[in-house]
Each structure stands twice: as structure tokens, then as C-alpha cells.
Antibody, heavy 123, light 110 residues
Framework: EVQLVESGGGLVQPGRSLKLSCVAS????????MTWIRQAPGKGLEWVAS????????YYPDSVKGRFTISRDNAKSTLYLQMNSLRSEDTATYYC????????????????WGQGVMVTVSS | DIVLTQSPALAVSLGQRATISCRAS??????????MHWYQQKPGQQPKLLIY???NLASGIPARFSGSGSGTDFTLTINPVQADDIATYYC?????????FGAGTKLELK
């Protein structure tokens, strides 16, 4: 059974940093791209960051580029999201997801999701 | 960025057919691949993949869910609707980066 378990969320002041972790099990971690997706309270879904299966390439939307860093440790089957210079608009539930890529595209669909971890940015 | 437009809400009776639409601001198809995907999210839960590449049923999803479409217009159909299907449904495109999601359609009981 595929499981994705996030941790590391909490309340943080604007401008500070936070690091999320996601431990994966039930599949061969180093065969899959992984992605963080967030959802602000009462709002829709927003892609935050993706990383290739080897960790050799990473991708971000403009809203977090330069502030967030996605990384992975394949030996530990663990995905990370380092979030710096946090803003109030980063307040959201952050989901760790497994991404399946079609050969003809550089992005794919998200077939497994963790339960999510809440990040609140407030003074 | 590719913008995906969904109706905010749809009211349906139990046992009837629900048709949820998603329109893209530009084509999300490449050759025979239609790069549109559908998710279900119930309150307080994480989203769940229902349909990938427009018409492929994800693992463990009941056959009353189906998807269709190509180019810019896509549809998720639930037939017949059951009480457990009351949720918000999101479409997502992977034709080009950034991945984008529709704003969601909330399925409600009539």
C-alpha cells in the first residue's frame, strides 16, 4: 500500500523558514517524480514544486521560485520542502504527492497524496 | 499559463447523472494524448485521483465515474450519483508547465 506521511508544519512568523518532510512507503521511491501541492484555506489547489526521480532537476512556479527548495533522499525514501522568506499568502495545507509523467510531457498527474500538513504564516 | 474553467457548483439528485465540465484556455492535447486529469476531494480529506489522461479510470475507482473530451473541452460524468460522491471535483492539466488546476466544482444534492 502506497503511503505518504508529511510532517514539519506549524505556525511561523512572516520572513522565517520552515522545512517539511514526507516519508514514502509502499513503492519504489527512486522510480518516481515527487511534487508538493498546496491548498489555502477554503481555496483550490496550487502546484508548488516538483523533483525528478533522481533529484537532478527541480521545477517551481514563479510564486515560490527563489524562496522554496524541493529535495529528496532516495536512500531514506523521503521528500523535503525547504520554505524560506515565508509570507502570509503561503498559509495553506501542503500535500506531498507522487507524480506519474507521460513520456510526451514534462509534467504529469498525481496518483497518490499524503494527508497534508498545515503551515500558518502569521505574526 | 493555461487557465482551466469549471462551474462553481452542480446540484444533482441521487441516482441521476452528473456531468461536470472543464474548459481549457488552450489545447491540452498532444497527438493522441489528452493531458487532462480529474480529482475528487471530500471535506477534510486529501484529493484523490479519479481519471487520468481524460478517460482512464484510476485504480480502485468505481466504474460509475467516466471521463471524456479532447483539445479544450473535457467532461467528468458520474452515473448514477451516490451519496458518497458529494464532494468537490477538480480538473488539472499537464500539457505544459506550470501544472494548473481548475477552481473546482462542488457537487451538491438537489
Amino acid at each position: 500500500e502506497v503511503q505518504l506521511v508529511e510532517s514539519g508544519g506549524g505556525l511561523v512568523q512572516p520572513g522565517r523558514s520552515l522545512k517539511l518532510s514526507c516519508v514514502a512507503s509502499g513503492f519504489t521511491f527512486n522510480n518516481y517524480w515527487m511534487t508538493w501541492i498546496r491548498q489555502a484555506p477554503g481555496k483550490g489547489l496550487e502546484w508548488v514544486a516538483s523533483i525528478t526521480n533522481t533529484g537532478g532537476s527541480t521545477y517551481y512556479p514563479d510564486s515560490v521560485k527563489g524562496r522554496f527548495t524541493i529535495s529528496r533522499d532516495n536512500a531514506k525514501s523521503t521528500l523535503y520542502l525547504q520554505m524560506n522568506s515565508l509570507r502570509s499568502e503561503d498559509t495553506a495545507t501542503y500535500y506531498c504527492t507522487r507524480e506519474t509523467i507521460a513520456a510526451i510531457s514534462t509534467s504529469g498527474y498525481f496518483d497518490y497524496w499524503g494527508q497534508g500538513v498545515m503551515v500558518t504564516v502569521s505574526s | 499559463d493555461i487557465v482551466l474553467t469549471q462551474s462553481p457548483a452542480l446540484a444533482v439528485s441521487l441516482g441521476q447523472r452528473a456531468t461536470i465540465s472543464c474548459r481549457a484556455s488552450q489545447s491540452v492535447s498532444i497527438s493522441r494524448y489528452n493531458l487532462m486529469h480529474w480529482y475528487q476531494q471530500k471535506p477534510g480529506q486529501q484529493p484523490k485521483l479519479l481519471i487520468y489522461r481524460a478517460s482512464n479510470l484510476a485504480s480502485g475507482i468505481p466504474a460509475r465515474f467516466s471521463g471524456s473530451g479532447s483539445g479544450t473541452d473535457f467532461t467528468l460524468t458520474i452515473n448514477p450519483v451516490q451519496a458518497d460522491d458529494i464532494a468537490t471535483y477538480y480538473c488539472q492539466q499537464s500539457r505544459e508547465s506550470p501544472n494548473t488546476f481548475g477552481a473546482g466544482t462542488k457537487l451538491e444534492l438537489k
